[in-house]
Nanobody, 129 residues
């Protein structure tokens, strides 16, 4: 059974930090790039970061660049999103998703807009002012 399990959300004050985790199972993790998305109430889903397999290249949306860091542990089949300097506008449900793209080089493509095959359930992040 394919599973993507996002966790680590919570309530934090502005300026604080959280680390989200995405646990993957049931598919060949090493062939998939992983993306993080978020959706705030009344807003469209936003792609915020992704990480490739292979070279481990990353990409960040302008809204989070310099504050968030994505990483992956291919031994544990985990992807992490370290979120620092959180702002109230970061409040949203955060999702991780997987797209089959073994040769993705994000430093060249500079986008996280791909066809994601697997999605996890969301984890709520709330940033108070």
């Amino acid at each position: 059974e394919v599973q993507l399990q996002a966790s680590g959300g919570g309530l934090v004050q502005a300026g604080g930090s959280l680390r989200l985790s995405c646990a993957a199972s049931g598919f060949d993790f090493d062939g998939y790039a992983i993306g993080w998305f978020r959706q705030a109430p009344g807003k469209e889903r936003e792609s915020i970061s992704c990480i490739s397999t292979g070279d481990g290249s990353t990409y960040y949306a302008a809204s989070v660049k310099g504050r968030f860091t994505i990483s992956r542990d291919s031994v544990k089949n985990m992807v992490y999103l370290q979120m620092n300097g959180l702002k109230p506008e970061d409040t949203a449900v955060y999702y991780c998703a997987a797209t089959f793209y073994p040769l993705l080089i994000l430093s060249l493509t500079r986008t996280c807009e791909y066809d994601y095959k697997y999605w996890g359930q969301g984890t709520q992040v709330t940033v108070s002012s």
